[in-house]
């Protein structure tokens, strides 16, 4: 029958599975706040880049290191050049037309052959077999130099540090007169794994990593799930190589930024396989940003709990996950106070900040969205706006020091 036929051949497409943004590798987490995080720090970076290229009347190239299924190249191309206003229609900063190409490297052939699949009509992208693990396997000859040399959501981590300096040195050489290197790790004191916070920083530390958090939790403690080393690293880490670098190449390699990525809701805060004490924030932060889906509050209150030893790392996280509970409370105080006067809300002067703008805005939110008589104005408007507001705070309280799941440096290449 020709109706089975063509729901089967949909099927077999595997875009007709059910999609949710409450799981997996795509949540909405990575989506809407680690990817999004990701591309507003890079933002002024590639503002600059692109103005620099379209002054010359030149093309964007970009190497994308461990590229995986090439999420990065989605990742980049998302990235808009500032908060578009409303009335306006998003600009991307890089504009299809001033890219001239973008290669994807990796050593892995089911991830690669999962982005050609999925990148295959696009002929200015290109996905190749091969390994990082002693440099920059080709030339100037075999590939024009690149403007960007990105790795993004931890790939650096995969190798040790002589190896990053190597290949640091070769994209020294390898590079135009001006580049720019993202150098994606992760980071060395996580709340995830307070239980590795005790390696001395003095030690080039791997963790033992298990992709645990793709199953669920009565899978998490198989034994047949992978375990393999990643590195873990502070800035002052990430300087080090730096340094080095720019030493054995005579090139300058200029720090730009520094970010922590995932402070609130890295993927192992769902596991507890690092530390049995951290709540599974990432479960009721991907539902504040799925449609129709009402989230018990409540859930998102962090009960910090301290490793002794670690004075500054502790009065750092109880900071921060003191602003973070306190935006929730007032927002679930405007939920609950909502009248028709708007609501009230008391902000106290000592609030850092960033805190204060968040309970602001989200007064804002509420007394806006709380006229809404249709569309489930709670799950699709003030609940999206928290998941926004937290991760303000995620970006504007942090240290860049390596607090995150990801650390990522932001560098330029300077050869002039
Ligand atoms: C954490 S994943 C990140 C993937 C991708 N960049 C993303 O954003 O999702 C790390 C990637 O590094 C790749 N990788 C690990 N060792 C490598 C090596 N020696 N050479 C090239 N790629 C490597 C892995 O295969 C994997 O795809």
Not at 149 to 168: I, P
Request: hydrophobic share 35%; glycine share 8%; charged share 30%.
């Amino acid at each position: 029958m020709a109706e089975v036929k063509a729901y089967d051949q949909a099927a077999g497409t595997g875009r007709y599975a059910k999609a949710s943004g409450l799981g997996g590798k795509y949540d909405n987490v990575r989506r809407f706040w680690e990817d999004q995080l990701t591309g507003i720090f890079l933002r002024p970076y590639l503002n600059e880049l692109v103005k620099r290229k379209e002054k010359t009347m030149s093309r964007l190239r970009i190497l994308d290191m461990g590229c995986g299924s090439g999420d990065g190249f989605d990742l980049i191309m998302a990235v808009t050049s500032k908060d578009p206003e409303l009335y306006e229609y998003i600009s991307q900063t890089i504009r299809p037309d001033i890219l001239q190409e973008y290669l994807g490297v990796d050593i892995n052939d089911t991830l690669l052959e999962q982005a050609r699949d999925h990148f295959g009509g696009n002929p200015k992208l290109r996905f190749e077999k091969m390994d990082l693990g002693h440099g920059l396997p080709f030339t100037r000859k075999e590939e024009k130099p690149f403007d960007i040399y990105l790795s993004l959501y931890g790939t650096m981590s995969h190798f040790h540090d002589d190896t990053v300096v190597e290949l640091l040195v070769d994209i020294c050489k390898h590079a135009p007169d001006r580049a720019l290197f993202v150098g994606d790790w992760l980071g060395r004191y996580s709340y995830e794994w307070q239980d590795l916070w005790h390696v001395s920083p003095e030690e080039e530390y791997f963790m033992d990593y298990r992709i645990s958090y793709i199953y669920p939790p009565e899978e998490r403690h198989r034994h047949d799930i992978p375990v393999f080393p990643l590195r873990l690293m502070t800035r002052q880490e990430i300087m080090d190589i730096a340094l080095r670098a720019e030493k054995e190449s005579g090139v300058k390699i200029r720090p730009l930024c520094f970010f922590d990525r995932s402070m609130l809701v890295g993927r192992h805060l769902a596991t507890g396989d690092y530390n049995s004490h951290c709540p599974d924030l990432r479960l009721p932060i991907n539902s504040l940003f799925e449609g129709y889906v009402r989230t018990d509050l409540e859930k998102l209150l962090v009960d910090y709990v301290p490793r002794r030893g670690f004075d500054h790392l502790n009065s750092f996280y109880e900071s921060f996950f003191l602003s973070c509970n306190t935006l929730v409370e007032h927002t679930i105080a405007m939920l609950s106070g909502y009248g028709s006067d708007g609501v009230d809300t008391v902000i106290e002067p000592f609030y850092p900040e960033p805190l204060k703008e968040a309970i602001r805005t989200m007064k804002v939110v509420v007394e806006a969205a709380g006229q809404l008589r249709f569309g489930d104005a709670r799950a699709n408007i003030i609940e999206t706006h928290l998941g926004y507001s937290l991760r303000k705070l995620e970006m504007e309280l942090q240290t860049g020091t390596g607090m995150g799941h990801g650390l990522v440096g932001v560098f330029e290449i300077d050869k002039r």
